[in-house]
């Protein structure tokens, strides 16, 4: 079955350090999102895609990066990882930019920056 | 102003209460409206989604919008433990990405 998978599941990290959250689908989805979930925000977008080569920013973007080099996958990059970027990050993907609009959620990354 | 607002709750009722989620909205354009359920520690999942205005019924759950007064809502029939989950409701941005509430946290007491 196709799927959307996030790794790692759980990372702790310094403050200060880069890191890389992976987001891999195998729906041949076009579009690919990112977002932080906080407490008292809500789900929050971070960057987009829809397609290969093409990215976008979102609501919450500064201190965060993307590169889309094939339709599976969108790493999202902290350049340099603050204690206010700790939270739980979804990627997500659908097939339409129209409509219906459905996004496929993946079960999160839970990162802790300390 | 975040241009979907919803009131986080949480909200706790007894198995079998009707249960009333709402949302409200400023931008005038939007025109799709979603919720998407997600359960602890997990993704959300679409649960439904209306266009403009009126309602849309899928077995115990109808959504609702009225453009009039940009209100959304979620009405849960018959509510079931299994139901305990956030429901967040959502609208489709113009550049097509979509626009949460900060989620409602709704927990049913058997």
């Known amino acids: 079955d196709a799927e959307i998978t996030q790794s790692p599941r759980h990372k702790i990290t310094e403050t200060g350090r880069q890191v890389t959250l992976a987001c891999h689908q195998t729906?041949?989805?076009?579009?690919m999102f990112w977002y932080r979930q906080d407490l008292g925000h809500g789900l929050r977008l971070i960057h987009y895609?829809?397609?290969?080569?093409?990215?976008n920013k979102g609501e919450v973007s500064d201190g965060y990066s993307v590169s889309r080099s094939n339709t599976e996958d969108l790493p999202l990059t902290l350049e340099s990882a603050a204690s206010s970027q700790t939270s739980v990050y979804f990627c997500a993907s659908s097939e339409y930019v129209g409509d219906p609009y459905e996004q496929y959620f993946g079960p999160g990354t839970r990162l802790t920056v300390t | 102003q975040k241009e979907v607002e919803q009131d986080p709750g949480p909200l706790s009722v007894p198995e079998g209460a009707i249960v009333s989620l709402n949302c409200t909205y400023s931008?005038?354009?939007?025109?799709?409206f979603m919720w998407y359920r997600q359960y602890s520690r997990k993704g959300p999942e679409l649960l439904m989604y209306t266009y403009s205005s009126g309602n849309k019924e899928d077995g115990r759950f109808t959504a609702q919008v009225d453009k009039s007064s940009k209100y959304i809502s979620l009405f849960i029939r018959d509510s079931q433990p299994s139901d305990s989950a956030t429901y967040l409701c959502?609208?489709?941005?113009?550049?097509?990405?979509?626009?949460f509430g900060k989620g409602t946290k709704l927990s049913v007491k058997p």
């Open positions: 895609s829809y397609g290969v080569q093409d990215t």
């Open positions: 729906w041949n989805h076009n579009n």
């Open positions: 931008n005038s354009a939007f025109q799709y």
């Open positions: 959502a609208s489709r941005g113009s550049q097509g990405n979509l626009i």
